[in-house]
């Protein structure tokens, strides 16, 4: 396939580095104009404006947007003047499904097809094949699958409804992912401080070994002792968030559960760990870092002091 692609961040970058892989045509663009020098050096054809892409994609068009949730609807706006009825634009970033079901709409009275994609592996699964909960009218699902197949893992896509679907799965997912890290990042402070003197490296080879609680997790958190040394000097004991579990813990509090009815979700967990991150500011903690330290190593995110 042929599909346009703007945003060469170190998620697009790996992306569109993997569909050329996998024999697509790729025209991109970027700001950055060593990002973009970097993309045709894989293969792809570069444009310096969105109003390239009017005439370098012939027929109906697909153009897959990796950029922050922030300028989505600049990027749409500009977009939507060099397209034709029926073009399909993807966002794979992490924009609030709210946003996206709005977006969908006035898309869709311009002719356009608006889709949805939550990618989860973070720049190492965007390079080498990544988990994706899709949302978008069915029938154009069916026409590009072969292009979400080549961009995941083994029977790593699916198909989970209508506009906004895939954002909402997506944020829920990263939810969850907090409340996890928080758990980890708590018991390993107490393996830390307890009487015993554990090797923490050992730890987490053992837990990650058979155990109930083995997991990619667990596996990223041995990476980062191997690379820091358990006692993460180095790494930032103040936890950032960006977005999702706050929205997360939104929709809990007004869930919709039918077109005339929403219900309060107790999520206490999820809650906590969001709060945790907020008031880790001027409040480090070795759980803290150990959270920092899982963000760095699945999503490239900057944790250092």
Known sequence: MKIGYV????????MVKLLLEKGHEVVATDPNEEARK????????????????KDKL???????????????????????????????????????YKETVRRGAEL????????????????????????????????????????????????GYAYMGETGAGHYVKMIHNGIEYGMMQAIGEGFEILKESAFNLDLNEVTRIYNNGSVIESR????LQNAYKEEGVDLNTISGEVSHSGEGQWTVEEAKDCRVSETMSKVIPVPVIEASLQFRIDSTGNPSYTGQVVSALRNQFGGHIVKK
């Not at 027929?59 to 989505?72: A, D, L, S, T, Y």
Request: charged share 25%; hydrophobic share 45%; aromatic share 6%.
């Open 58 to 96: 012939p027929g109906e068009k697909f153009i897959w947007i990796m950029v922050p949730h922030q300028i989505v609807d600049t990027v749409l706006s500009d977009l939507a003047s060099i397209m034709n009825v029926g073009d399909v634009i993807m966002d794979g970033g992490n924009s609030n």
């Open 217 to 220: 997790l667990v596996g990223w």
């Open 7 to 14: 945003g060469l961040g170190k998620m697009g970058m790996g």
């Open 108 to 155: 869709k009275d311009k002719g356009l097809v608006f889709m949805d994609v939550g990618v989860s592996g973070g720049p190492s699964g965007a390079r080498n094949g990544a988990c994706m909960m899709i949302g978008g009218a069915r029938d154009k699902f069916d026409k590009y699958e072969q292009l979400f197949k080549d961009l995941s893992v083994s029977d």
């Open 38 to 53: 970097e993309a045709e050096a894989a293969g792809a054809e570069t444009v310096v404006s969105l109003e390239e892409f």
